[in-house]
T-cell receptor, first 113, second 113 residues
């Protein structure tokens, strides 16, 4: 089955700096890659996603890049703010598989004021 | 629109007891999923359903059963709880077609002593 690895497990940045979280996946047939944000005690919520026919997608301060050849994708957050502090999860899924998501192990992002 | 709801929010069980977790969604989603979340391990898929009357095994199905008798409900059962099933359980649902976003419920924190 699919395996998703996520790094780093913890990340601290100063407010206003950028943060980058990286994930690799094992199954070259995966074609959908969402990123979820989970605040303490809350449910995971989708912040951005990308499909395999697109190399980059941006939404305000958040962007995701995908390298299909290397089988890795990354989340970029610019101009970080204290409210960006949370756990971020990457995931991958195959088409025709009930869109099952295989999640990475998560990154605890702390934005220091 | 309540979205995805879960009952109960918290539960403590003794080893060997049984219980059922209820997930309900009001978005007319076809696909529903049960995940467990353990520290440092991300979310792992237990079982899923692609429509009323259907269920399938995910990554970690042992010790759990599910049923989807109505489209809006997805039940997760533990027949004989074990301490290893102490976890936070999340239900999610999606349309099963584009957009592929999975919407998560608020979670159930289960402790087995």
């Amino acid at each position: 089955g699919e395996n998703v690895e996520q790094h780093p497990s913890t990340l601290s940045v100063q407010e206003g700096d950028s943060a980058v979280i990286k994930c690799t996946y094992s199954d070259s047939a995966s074609n959908y890659f969402p990123w979820y944000k989970q605040e303490l005690g809350k449910r995971p919520q989708l912040i951005i996603d990308i499909r395999s026919n697109v190399g980059e997608k941006k939404d305000q301060r958040i962007a995701v890049t995908l390298n299909k050849t290397a089988k890795h994708f990354s989340l970029h957050i610019t101009e970080t703010q204290p409210e960006d502090s949370a756990v971020y999860f990457c995931a991958a899924s195959l088409s025709g598989s009930a869109r099952q998501l295989t999640f990475g192990s998560g990154t605890q992002l702390t934005v220091l004021p | 629109n309540a979205g995805v709801t879960q009952t109960p929010k918290f539960r403590v069980l003794k080893t060997g007891q049984s219980m059922t977790l209820l997930c309900a969604q009001d978005m007319n989603h076809e696909y529903m999923y049960w995940y467990r979340q353990d520290p440092g391990m991300g979310l792992r898929l237990i079982h899923y359903s692609v429509g009323e009357g259907t269920t399938a095994k995910g990554e970690v199905p042992d010790g759990y059963n599910v049923s989807r008798l109505k489209k809006q409900n997805f039940l997760l059962g533990l027949e004989s709880a074990a301490p290893s099933q102490t976890s936070v359980y999340f239900c999610a649902s999606s349309y099963g077609r584009s957009p592929y976003e999975q919407y998560f419920g608020p979670g159930t924190r289960l402790t087995v002593t």
